[in-house]
Nanobody, 129 residues
Framework: QVHLVESGGGLVQAGGSLRLSCAAS????????MGWFRQAPGKEREFVAA????????HYADSVKGRFFISRDNAKNTVFLQMNSLKAEDTAVYYC??????????????????????WGQGTQVTVSS
């Protein structure tokens, strides 16, 4: 099983930027799809962004399109979430997730919580207005 550790959260003013990192260890990362989700207080965990480790296609929630960007560093086995133009409503605990992508057809977008088998511990992002 893949083990995930997030980092990079913190307190930032509205309009600012943060970059979250998710370090993966375990089976070859090329076998996985990776996702970012977030959970605000009193709300359900929601999809933010996703990508196949071995592909180039990315998927985003409408609320973050054009502001957030998911990417990877193959050499470091790390996935990133670059968050720009942050808003108060982006405040949440952000979770990294992984799932074996070979279980799914090539068009699957990995936007559902149930798609994922492995989760990180989460990192807090607080945006002050």
């Amino acid at each position: 099983q893949v083990h995930l550790v997030e980092s990079g959260g913190g307190l930032v003013q509205a309009g600012g930027s943060l970059r979250l990192s998710c370090a993966a260890s375990g089976p070859p990362s090329s076998m996985y799809a990776m996702g970012w989700f977030r959970q605000a207080p009193g709300k359900e965990r929601e999809f933010v962004a996703a990508m196949r480790w071995s592909g180039s296609s990315t998927h985003y929630a409408d609320s973050v399109k054009g502001r957030f960007f998911i990417s990877r560093d193959n050499a470091k086995n790390t996935v990133f979430l670059q968050m720009n133009s942050l808003k108060a409503e982006d405040t949440a605990v952000y979770y990294c997730a992984a799932t074996p992508s070979i279980w799914y057809n090539p068009s699957h977008q990995f936007t559902r919580l149930s798609d994922y088998t492995n989760w990180g511990q989460g990192t807090q992002v607080t945006v002050s207005s």
